[in-house]
Every structure is written in C-alpha cells, then in structure tokens.
C-alpha cells in the first residue's frame, strides 16, 4: 500500500470518496462520491448514525445529470 493509500484509510465507517474530487456546478454533489460540500467537509465529525444514514442515501443521488444541455441545436437558437 502507497504512502497516500494510508491518508485515506480510517478505523471508521468507511468515507464513499473515491478520490474523484468534482463538484458539479447544478446539483452541487461531488460526482465522484455525491456528497455535498458541507458532507464532505463535517464527514470526520458526523457520528456513526450519521455516516450510516448518508452512506444509505447516495446511491439514489445524481451527482451530475446524465442529460445534454442541448448541443448544437441550442447553440443555434442564441
């Protein structure tokens, strides 16, 4: 295990980061692990029940749409 696998690991409710740290700009969830920014930033204080209740959540989260946004048409409408 890498010196930086080590940073990552606790004794703990495991963290979802998959060390894909994006937030994306609509739904404001990192699209790596879709946790907010404020999850994120409390997670090492979060009581276990906590953790538990997130880590049961994200998989119903989209953290970034799957939709296009319009592509050329849109473009061509300005």
Known sequence: MSEN???????????????ICVVHPETRLCTGCARSIDEIGRWSR?????RRAI???????????????G????????
């Open 5 to 19: 696998s080590k940073v990552w690991q606790r004794a703990e409710i495991d963290s979802p980061c998959i060390q």
């Open 46 to 50: 979060m009581s276990p029940e906590e």
């Open 55 to 69: 880590m049961a959540e994200l998989p119903a989260r989209e953290a970034a749409p799957t939709g296009r946004r």
């Open 71 to 78: 592509g050329r048409a849109a473009r061509l409408n300005r």
